[in-house]
């Protein structure tokens, strides 16, 4: 099973009619995807009953993508909300605790930083993190090269298939070391997920700019990419029950449009909002 969505739920104006509520958002999203990825909880852990109002708002069959903490992941700049490791991560599990109960979290999303490189202590942080979250389907994704070298690329995925790590791939600009090669392999047979960043490769390595989310995922995937891609996803679905595909791409308002156009090249239905047609001007000389 290949089913396709976009990170977060708010910001594609294409999937709403004018006027939608923000507390609508996420009912309408959910005819339009059946996954979604969160991103908000990068920034703050969300609050148990949030998290429980949004599994009681989605369709049997839904499921989050809960992007981690940043705290757990290496980004956190500035003091730290939580007094230990312990406390962030029993945050962290209480959050996604109403989601797994009912059936919706597909997984939470590990994405290391640029300067997370192969090393002991980093695959020793992984192995600690992966206890942490026992219980927890969790996705891993790097973004430093080393991880993939030729050298290490077979050990990786070895270690990750060892360890339960779901393999995050990624489609991405190969712009040095602080970007992925795409290595389409399953590590779990329950699901693999995959991530598309775009391939904008001026704009990646920006993030010291003010308008740096603007242009990092301005990208447009063009048919071929996308075809290209449908049959990754196939050999993919071998491998995996699941195969989660996340478009990344909305700096420029892309990712829904590429979503959809992925799903009819895969032969799945697409919904599209209701043609509203405006009322005709009645006239006076012909009734």
Known sequence: MIVIGLTGWRDHDSLYAPGTAAKDKLKVYARHFAIVEM?????AVQP??????????????????VKAYQGMTGHLRGKPYYDNDNDMYGAFRDSLTPLREAGKLTAAL???????????????????TKKRMEGFPCALEFRHQSWF?????EKTIAFMRDE?????????????SGSIPTVPEATCPDLTLVRMHGRNVGGW??????????VRYLYDYNESELNEW??????????????????????????????????????????ELPVVREPEQLDLFNF
């Open 110 to 128: 590990f994405q290391y930083p640029p300067w997370f490189d192969c090393n002991k202590e980093n695959v020793r942080l992984l192995r600690e």
């Open 205 to 214: 390595n920006q993030s010291g700019n003010a308008n740096w989310r603007e």
């Open 230 to 271: 449908g049959a990754t996803l196939a050999r993919l679905a071998e491998g995996s029950r699941c195969v989660g595909v996340i478009f990344n791409n909305n700096s420029g308002g892309h990712a829904a449009g590429n979503a959809k156009q992925m799903m009819r090249l895969l032969g799945q239905a697409v919904y």
């Open 48 to 65: 148990p009953d949030r998290m429980a109002r949004y599994a009681e708002e989605t369709p049997e069959g839904f499921g989050f993508v």
């Open 39 to 43: 991103d908000s909880a990068f920034y």
């Open 164 to 176: 339960g790590w779901i393999h995050s791939v990624c489609d991405e600009p190969q712009a040095g």
């Open 149 to 153: 070298a030729p050298e290490m690329k």
